[in-house]
T-cell receptor, first 115, second 112 residues
Framework: GAGVSQSPRYKVAKRGQDVALRCDPISGHVSLFWYQQALGQGPEFLTYFQNEAQLDKSGLPSDRFFAERPEGSVSTLKIQRTQQEDSAVYLC?????????????FGPGTRLTVL | GENVEQHPSTLSVQEGDSAVIKCTYSDSASNYFPWYKQELGKRPQLIIDIRSNVGEKKDQRIAVTLNKTAKHFSLHITETQPEDSAVYFCAAVDNAGNMLTFGGGTRLMVKP
């Protein structure tokens, strides 16, 4: 079956522009996560959804970052007024169950470059 | 919150040798420890995981050990092959949360 997909795969933005990154999780997966991976580092947690509810957004670095999952499937991560430090790979992951300790399946990521 | 440290950051081995990567975690409530392999420009993929009620788990050439008392866990790859070359990440999940806290990664290079 299809895995987690993300679009676009690459995004170049000028500083100050708004961007929207899309994640299509595996069908039926209840949990959805967004991570930010800077070059040469491990992914860092941004936010977590259980169905349409955003249960944890403690990792969002500023109020310029906003995520939604209105119908409990597709999710969008929006970054307003992008800055150079936002340049990173944004990874989406989904998991079948709601409790911790279940495999998270990752998408290919969106590489964001802010000029 | 949880903090995961991973060592070494780079590891070079000869084909056929073993490779060991070590991680420590800070939150004693953590109970799930997956290992991901990430090839250049690709998505992280789970290669093995272990839960806190188990001390060791093996899958063919890959094994993971967990020491809850010392709060550390290790990945062991035996009979390494060039296709094992990648960046490996350890991670931890605590009982209350769901998100993964990753280590900084280990770049493994297997020389033919």
């Amino acid at each position: 079956g299809a895995g987690v997909s993300q679009s676009p795969r690459y995004k170049v933005a000028k500083r100050g522009q708004d961007v929207a990154l899309r994640c299509d999780p595996i069908s039926g997966h209840v949990s959805l996560f967004w991570y930010q991976q800077a070059l040469g580092q491990g992914p860092e947690f941004l936010t977590y959804f259980q169905n349409e509810a955003q249960l944890d957004k403690s990792g969002l670095p500023s109020d310029r970052f906003f995520a939604e999952r209105p119908e409990g499937s597709v999710s969008t991560l929006k970054i307003q007024r992008t800055q150079q430090e936002d340049s990173a790979v944004y990874l989406c992951a989904s998991s079948l169950a709601t409790s911790g300790g279940n495999e998270q399946f990752f998408g290919p990521g969106t590489r964001l470059t802010v000029l | 919150g949880e903090n995961v440290e991973q060592h070494p950051s780079t590891l070079s081995v000869q084909e056929g040798d073993s490779a060991v990567i070590k991680c420590t975690y800070s939150d004693s409530a953590s109970n799930y420890f997956p290992w991901y392999k990430q090839e250049l420009g690709k998505r992280p993929q789970l290669i093995i995981d272990i839960r806190s009620n188990v001390g060791e788990k093996k899958d063919q050439r890959i094994a993971v050990t967990l020491n809850k008392t010392a709060k550390h866990f290790s990945l062991h790859i035996t009979e390494t092959q060039p296709e094992d070359s990648a960046v490996y990440f350890c991670a931890a999940v605590d009982n209350a949360g769901n998100m993964l806290t990753f280590g900084g990664g280990t770049r493994l290079m297997v020389k033919p």
